[in-house]
């Protein structure tokens, strides 16, 4: 008798456990179908916006006014129009404080580009690892291109403040504007990452810093 009453009460544990884990099961967050495509793009964008910064810092000939042309590491001068004469010393261009401000220009720049590739490298991982963490780095990842834009905004308005009296707008170089785009989609992967990472995880996980999904 006991043998019974022992079955069927595990007949009825059984009978409450099966709706209790389909309801656990569509509480659970599932990820659309889009968001893997979102998140890629994200990614690739990110990638794009590293190369443009770096090349465009590399160059560094950011401004040409007249027959004179101000970069990051150099100031050329034009001699009849075709040989072009670069100097390190950022002195011989006459503009008060351009060697000591643009070495502050071009070091938050380049901190900008390699705080981007440690936050490309982590959304990177984050993909291909998913695992508890996963979210966690997605989340910093993003916050590092956040930082990135703003180091990267920073050492743009530097270099016009330095070269407020000289700049154009017809005079700003290809370069400029690369490092100008790249600073921006810093910004926009930045935005976009945290959001999506945000309206993905509808449950009470909270991000490193203590600051829940919703925020």
């Given at each position: 008798?006991?043998?019974?009453?022992r079955g069927a009460a595990g007949r009825r544990a059984s009978q409450v456990e099966g709706p209790?884990?389909?309801?656990?099961?569509?509480?659970?967050?599932?990820?659309?179908?889009?968001?893997?495509?979102?998140?890629?793009?994200?990614?690739?964008?990110?990638?794009?916006?590293?190369?443009?910064?770096?090349?465009?810092?590399?160059?560094?000939?950011?401004?040409?006014?007249?027959?004179?042309?101000?970069?990051?590491?150099?100031?050329?001068?034009?001699?009849?129009?075709?040989?072009?004469?670069?100097?390190?010393?950022?002195?011989?261009?006459?503009?008060?404080?351009?060697?000591?401000?643009?070495?502050?220009?071009?070091?938050?720049?380049?901190?900008?580009?390699?705080?981007?590739?440690?936050?490309?490298?982590?959304?990177?991982?984050?993909?291909?690892?998913?695992?508890?963490?996963?979210?966690?780095?997605?989340?910093?990842?993003?916050?590092?291109?956040?930082?990135?834009?703003?180091?990267?905004?920073?050492?743009?308005?530097?270099?016009?403040?330095?070269?407020r009296n000289e700049v154009t707008l017809m005079g700003l170089s290809l370069t400029f504007w690369?490092?100008?785009?790249?600073?921006?989609?810093?910004?926009?992967?930045?935005?976009?990452?945290?959001?999506?990472?945000?309206?993905?995880?509808?449950?009470?996980?909270?991000?490193?810093?203590?600051?829940?999904?919703?925020?």
């Amino acid at each position: 008798m006991k043998n019974g009453e022992r079955g069927a009460a595990g007949r009825r544990a059984s009978q409450v456990e099966g709706p209790a884990q389909k309801l656990l099961a569509q509480r659970r967050p599932r990820r659309s179908f889009f968001e893997p495509s979102i998140r890629a793009l994200i990614i690739l964008c990110a990638s794009l916006a590293v190369v443009l910064s770096s090349l465009s810092i590399c160059d560094g000939h950011w401004l040409l006014v007249d027959d004179r042309l101000f970069g990051l590491w150099h100031f050329c001068t034009t001699s009849n129009q075709a040989e072009l004469h670069c100097l390190r010393d950022l002195r011989q261009a006459h503009v008060p404080g351009l060697a000591s401000g643009m070495a502050v220009a071009r070091s938050v720049a380049t901190l900008a580009v390699v705080v981007a590739i440690f936050g490309l490298e982590l959304l990177m991982v984050s993909q291909v690892s998913e695992d508890a963490h996963s979210w966690h780095k997605w989340a910093v990842g993003s916050a590092l291109f956040l930082l990135a834009s703003i180091l990267s905004f920073g050492g743009l308005l530097s270099f016009l403040t330095l070269l407020r009296n000289e700049v154009t707008l017809m005079g700003l170089s290809l370069t400029f504007w690369s490092e100008y785009t790249a600073s921006f989609l810093f910004f926009l992967n930045a935005i976009s990452g945290l959001h999506i990472n945000s309206i993905s995880r509808t449950d009470s996980v909270t991000y490193p810093w203590g600051l829940p999904a919703k925020f």
